[in-house]
């Protein structure tokens, strides 16, 4: 199969750094085989932007499923601040997908997201790792009120705190005409999903991230905003 995707990454409007970091760093062209990766980090100082950049370099590094470059990717934050303690806190969300065969893998830890836009529908293909997506998932709150919910903001797994981390698994076959979108909570906390499916409707990949930081500064920026885009070309 072959591919053709666009990484954006922005501050936003309020945020004095970026802490989300992307792979590829830019837009590009490819055959099988090829990595896509939003993290989101976390921490005081410059700890987010190390946790996450820490995460992508490792993750790419590995050798071994995408579910594999997670959990190797938790460990080397769990080593750096063994021997970083000022770093101690540190941590980071990482969604990734890997299309090999046909078949695009997603890993996935925290409130980033992966979705996928087929014959102009937009699915959610991950479960957000936080309170207030646990309550809907219990039925304790509609998916509207979880979006305004004080605790739709608070992680409830992420790499770099325990060794013991689960790590999602979500397969889906890819066909030719798929979107696949990868993005940071800065996306989907400043855009509804029709918001975005209406921005992931546009001709390129590089139209589509770029139109999504757009929108969302557009509607405040209160966070980083991260993009990924990879469309299955054929
Ligand atoms: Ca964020």
Redesign the pocket.
């Known amino acids: 199969m072959k591919y053709r995707w666009a990484s954006a990454t922005h501050t936003g409007r309020v945020r004095s750094n970026n802490e989300?970091a992307v792979y590829p760093p830019t837009s590009g062209a490819g055959d099988d085989s090829t990595l896509f990766i939003v993290a989101?980090g976390m921490g005081g100082h410059v700890a987010g932007e190390v946790a996450s950049r820490i995460a992508v370099d490792t993750a790419v590094d590995i050798v071994g499923g995408p579910t594999q470059r997670v959990i190797g990717a938790n460990h080397a934050l769990l080593l750096e601040v063994a021997e970083k303690p000022e770093l101690a806190g540190m941590g980071t969300t990482m969604t990734l997908l890997e299309i090999v065969d046909d078949v695009a893998h997603i890993a996935h830890v925290g409130d980033s997201r992966a979705y996928l836009l087929r014959d102009g529908v937009l699915r959610q293909l991950t479960e957000d790792h936080t309170v207030a997506a646990e309550y809907v998932a219990a039925g304790r709150l509609s998916p509207e009120e979880a979006m305004t919910h004080p605790q739709r903001n608070m992680i409830t797994r992420a790499l770099g705190l325990t060794q013991d981390l689960l790590v999602d698994e979500v397969e889906e076959p890819a066909r030719p005409g798929d979107r696949f979108l990868l993005c940071?909570?800065?996306v989907n906390s400043m855009l509804t999903d029709d918001q975005i499916a209406e921005q992931l409707r546009a001709d390129s990949p590089e139209e589509a991230a770029w139109g999504l930081v757009e929108a969302a500064n557009a509607a405040g920026g209160n966070?980083?905003i991260s993009a990924v885009v990879v469309d299955v070309v054929e």
């Open positions: 989300d989101d940071s909570d800065g966070d980083n």
